[in-house]
């Protein structure tokens, strides 16, 4: 039989290439419990977001600010072009601002998965986490679109009975499980999730200690 010490180093040198340390803040973890895999979900589909927001925005913003003047005319009300050019100007403020929500979004967001739980942690000036302990996890759910196996990432469900709930896109609270969104090289992920779960079960089962290390 396999030393568990040695099972556990071996499991963590083929973690996947997404790993990242430093995104899970370690004060929350409870003695005795270590990280084993961490990372954010993919950057692209936030930044994408941000940049259709920002574009959006901007191309009503320019349209009031340079429209404004012949509107103003028509409406033979100078302080009509003014209101319009400060709307136009917000517009794009807000167009900017939206695409800065959604990148600190995805920098306060982390997947996480420990010697004991999967968490999900998100929310930077109120911070939410959530969790669920391996031996409550009835079923991992992966699922990837057309565009989403085109950039690289999918969704992970991690259910707590065996009829998942459907999936909802941002929402870190998913009823029924826990929900990694956007995930980076999702099969390599699952697989070693999976890798995970039957490790830890085995020396959970056989009383074995092992000793954890952080990065």
């Not at 000036?125 to 992966?142: E, G, M, N």
């Not at 998913?174 to 079960?201: C, I, K, N, Y």
Request: charged share 20%; aromatic share 12%.
């Amino acid at each position: 039989m396999m030393d568990p010490d040695c099972e556990v180093r071996e499991l963590l040198e083929h973690r996947p290439r997404s790993h990242g340390s430093g995104s899970f803040p370690r004060e929350y973890l409870p003695r005795g419990e270590a990280v084993l895999f961490e990372t954010r979900p993919a950057l692209g589909i936030y930044f994408l977001g941000g940049i259709a927001i920002v574009f959006v925005s901007t191309l009503l913003g320019l349209l009031l600010f340079y429209g404004a003047p012949s509107l103003g005319a028509s409406a033979s009300a100078a302080g009509v072009t003014s209101l319009l050019q400060a709307l136009g100007l917000i517009a794009i403020v807000l167009g900017i601002l939206g695409l800065a929500a959604l990148v600190l979004r995805w920098y306060s967001t982390s997947y996480v998965v420990t010697n004991r739980r999967v968490v999900r942690k998100f929310g930077f000036f109120s911070r939410i986490i959530v969790d669920a302990r391996f031996d409550k996890i009835q079923a991992v759910t992966l699922t990837q679109a057309g565009g989403s196996r085109v950039g690289g990432f999918g969704h992970l469900l991690f259910s707590l009975s065996t009829f998942p709930a459907p999936i909802s896109p941002f929402s870190g609270i998913q009823h029924g499980g826990v929900l990694w969104f956007a995930v980076p090289d999702p099969l390599e992920v699952r697989a070693f999730m999976e890798d995970v779960f039957d490790t830890f079960s085995r020396i959970d089962r056989s009383g074995a200690r092992v000793a954890l290390e952080e990065d």
